[in-house]
């Protein structure tokens, strides 16, 4: 099995920064495509950033020049730097990962989420 291990969530004010992190650990053979979804109340999660294994990264509309994706795969980790900070970037965040284990073919696990309030 895959653990993914958030951090880095918190109240922030508009205009500030966040860093999440998001750490897999267990019997991982390769680790795919990476990223982060986020989930506001009364609303559908949704795609913020992607990371894949060929180092391509992805954005959505409403975070782009904001929001920056990095990934260190020595340490299975996915990092997503949120500068410039909104009230509506309020929600809880979501990293995932698409991992291969040994003989099994790619899925994608999920974090717990950790949340992200940011204040007017």
């Known amino acids: 099995q895959v653990q993914l291990v958030e951090s880095g969530g918190g109240l922030v004010q508009a205009g500030g920064s966040l860093r999440l992190s998001c750490a897999a650990s267990?019997?991982?053979?390769?680790?795919?495509?990476m990223g982060w979804y986020r989930q506001a109340p009364g609303s559908q999660r949704e795609s913020v950033a992607t990371?894949?294994?060929?180092?391509?990264?992805n954005y959505a509309d409403s975070v782009k020049g904001r929001f920056t994706i990095s990934r260190d795969n020595a340490r299975n980790t996915v990092y997503l730097q949120m500068n410039s900070l909104k009230p509506e970037d309020t929600a809880v965040y979501y990293c995932?990962?698409?991992?291969?284990?040994?003989?099994?073919?790619?899925?994608?696990?999920w974090g717990q989420g950790t949340q992200v309030t940011v204040s007017s």
């Open positions: 990371f894949t294994s060929g180092g391509t990264t």
């Open positions: 267990g019997t991982i053979f390769r680790l795919n495509e």
């Open positions: 995932y990962a698409d991992a291969e284990l040994l003989f099994t073919r790619s899925r994608r696990y």
